[in-house]
């Protein structure tokens, strides 16, 4: 009776608002809110209701020649009639590059298309409530799931049957096509923009083309947004990345020892999964065996060597090549959103693996704000869009992808330019609606930035190596704080996101860090007087004292309940051999003190310390949006290091011996966090 209810409001929604002819109402409804008001319902509607085909269609393997005469492999899902067979009317085209193969987009597809489960199993995972349980990370993955990441990651018929041509192509080197995986690299972006191009050009397509997908090929949608394609106008990537490096390979020089190995050896085993269909055709493709051979396991003798080699001379020089920054690896890896001219919806998380890059792909971006669109929520990877779907909350993946498609491939005035522009989920708060983020937040919206010192004043507060005080005033203190190399960070926010929000399942890790915080160094505010936003990047300084020649530092600024409880907002990491900023990438609030201080990861820019003397380390945290709740106490966690999210090469682990390191408190070099806040702290 509910879901009839409902399902009867919404079609009401969609004939009043957003007719199913595709033709839009006199004046296009008005977005209000992070759940889009009126218009989200429309949007919903829209996504959820009869479509304008009954069926669809599937080409299976289609070969696209690319202009090196390597053949890719495509499934192209066309909109049908009722007797199933392909339409003739031209639709727009949605691409997917994907490196997990076909046949897992496939099997998903399959599952989600059987009459009366698929819809019954979205459904079951869209109501799934575990919250205030050990394991409700497990019920935010199942959410996700029912939330539009399924459809967004394999197949999502509903468009089609819309009028849309979706085509899923193998990556070069993956899946059925030929040649050696790329891996984001120059070669697989020329192939992106050529698929692009045979898309445009096909009888059955209307010449323009979106891009969908998530993770990696989000990354793609991104690349190729910036190699302007014509054809390209409009992409809707989920967690993307735009500098791969500092985002996920070697955060703050840190090598990512976290999800990597295994996620190589994942896309380097179903890359050999044969085309059984075509073996029992006669039709085996020689070519895909002979560049599978030539090239068996991709970038997994990388990592091999990265901690197999005692010394810079004998490490692997691709090793060598991802941490410099002038290489051309680096450089096909490093993205220039600036360029992007595609109508970009940015879907994130504060704990996904790009958090850093998320933000900055929409601030870079040169559209105007509805042009462009960012939306946030306070999940990891695995778990994009939990929070969706229902009263307050923004519309599922699938809705806001359809909405931003029909407007921009189709020319639909359904309002979607009018959400957000930024939606964000407040940690320790609710969802809001922004006019920006950062270095693009409107003055009005705009947070102060400010100081706060590093005390070795005890609070009283936690349970930790050491626990020192944040003062909103500088201090006189002349502690040497000490702090050595341990593995509770495995039981830590950062190990969660590391794996992509995997750990995230086990709450009492992700969702709280004491037990991290028992070998940190830790430093927190008094309580705030009433409730104060924290919004935009955050940077840290540190006085530092090496034992060795190098030393690996992670900070993270967390929210402190008064129960204890001590939730992480962001993170950052750094080798203090890497510590010269780029001053060219980097920002500074109007005290002058660094909000941003992006270092370079390069080899060539290394620094070792000099062991007993003082180092100053400008160290980069992603940005954030939170609240804290009248009470609520600011932290500074300090550790020496970060397993598993990421653990230095070995010939840069063997510099830092394991050793000690230390904070050196000093008025004349002082410790602080410069964070932007909004509100009465009492501070």
């Known amino acids: 009776m509910r879901n009839t209810l409902r399902a009867t409001v919404l079609a009401a929604a969609a004939a009043l608002l957003l007719p199913v002819t595709g033709i839009a109402a006199d004046a296009a409804p008005t977005s209000i809110g992070p759940d889009g008001g009126a218009a989200g319902a429309a949007w919903t509607a829209a996504e959820d209701g009869q479509q304008q085909y009954p069926n669809v269609f599937i080409e299976w393997d289609v070969p696209i020649t690319m202009s090196d005469g390597t053949v890719l492999k495509a499934n192209v899902y066309h909109p049908a009639d009722a007797s199933g067979r392909p339409v ?90 030929q040649g050696a995986w790329d891996m984001l690299r120059t070669r697989e972006q020329t192939d992106t923009v050529e698929v692009i191009d045979w898309a445009s050009k096909q009888g059955w397509s209307t010449g323009k083309v979106g891009m969908t997908g998530i993770s990696y090929s989000a990354i793609n949608q991104v690349q190729a947004a910036e190699q302007q394609p014509p054809a390209l106008k409009a992409i ?18 840190g090598f990512g020892f976290n999800f990597i190995p295994l996620w190589l050896s994942a896309i380097n085993g179903l890359k050999w999964v044969p085309d059984l269909a075509a073996v029992a055709q006669g039709k085996f493709d020689f070519k895909w065996l002979q560049d599978r051979a030539a090239d068996p396991f991709t970038y997994l003798d990388v990592l091999m060597s990265a901690y197999t080699s005692t010394d810079m001379n004998s490490l692997d020089p691709r090793v060598k090549a991802m941490l410099n920054d002038l290489s051309a690896e680096r450089q096909a890896w490093l993205g220039d959103p ?54 307050g909350l923004p519309p599922r993946l699938d809705v806001l992808q359809r909405a931003w498609f029909d407007k921009w491939l189709k020319g639909i005035d359904n309002g979607i330019d009018s959400y957000g522009p930024v939606t964000l989920r407040e940690q320790g708060g609710g969802w809001v609606t922004k006019g920006g983020f950062g270095e693009s937040a409107p003055a009005e919206e705009a ?20 626990d020192g005080s944040l003062t909103g ?94 939730t ?22 109007e005290n002058g003190d660094y909000t941003d201080p992006r270092s370079f990861t390069s080899l060539d820019k290394q620094q ?15 940005g954030t949006q939170a609240v804290l709740q009248p009470g609520h106490r600011l932290r500074v966690d300090v550790f020496a290091g970060n397993f598993p999210k990421g653990l230095p090469i070995l010939p840069m682990l063997n510099d830092t011996g394991l050793k000690s390191q230390h904070i050196q408190l000093d008025p004349n070099r002082p410790s602080f966090v410069n964070i932007p806040v909004r509100g009465n702290t009492g501070w």
Not at 239 to 252: H, I, K
Not at 491 to 513: H, I, M, P, V
Not at 608 to 622: M, N
């Open 88 to 177: 003739d009317t031209q639709t727009p085209a949605v691409v997917n590059m994907t490196p997990y193969t076909k046949l897992v987009s496939n099997v998903a597809d399959s599952a989600l298309a059987i009459p009366g489960l698929g819809d019954a199993l979205v459904n079951l995972f869209r109501g799934i409530n575990l919250s205030g349980t050990p394991i409700s990370g497990f019920g935010e993955l199942l959410n996700a799931a029912g939330n539009g990441e399924l459809r967004n990651f394999s197949v999502d018929r509903q468009l089609v049957k819309a009028g849309y041509t979706q085509i899923v192509v193998d990556v070069r080197g993956t899946g059925f096509s």
């Open 236 to 253: 809707f990537p989920i967690v993307p990345g735009s500098d791969l490096v500092n985002d996920v390979l070697a955060p703050g020089g």
């Open 338 to 391: 600036s360029k992007i001219q595609a109508k970009t919806f940015v879907v994130g998380g504060w704990h996904d693996l790009f958090t850093y890059s998320e933000s900055k792909i929409y601030n870079e971006i040169p559209a105007a704000p509805g042009d462009k669109q960012l939306l946030m929520g306070n999940g990891y990877h695995i778990t994009s869009g939990a929070e969706a779907g229902k009263p």
């Open 447 to 466: 947070s102060r930035y400010r100081r706060m010192y590093l005390s070795g004043q005890r609070s009283g507060t936690a349970n930790s190596l050491f």
């Open 473 to 566: 005033d500088a201090n006189g203190d002349t502690d040497r704080l000490s702090v050595a190399p341990g593995l509770t960070t495995i039981c830590s926010n950062d190990a969660a996101q590391a794996t992509a929000g995997f750990l995230s399942l086990l709450d009492f890790c992700a969702k709280d860090s004491r037990i991290a915080e028992t070998n940190a160094l830790t430093f927190t505010s008094a309580p705030v007087a009433e409730a104060t936003t924290v919004s935009g990047p955050i940077a840290v300084r540190l006085n530092t004292v090496q034992d060795a020649t190098d030393g690996y530092w992670t900070v993270t600024v967390n929210d402190v309940a008064p129960d204890g409880t001590s």
């Open 568 to 589: 992480v907002l962001t993170s950052g990491q750094l080798m203090a051999s890497l510590r010269e900023v780029d001053e060219a990438n980097s920002s500074r609030s």
């Open 608 to 622: 070792p310390t000099v062991p007993g003397e003082a180092t100053t380390l400008d160290i980069a945290l992603s």
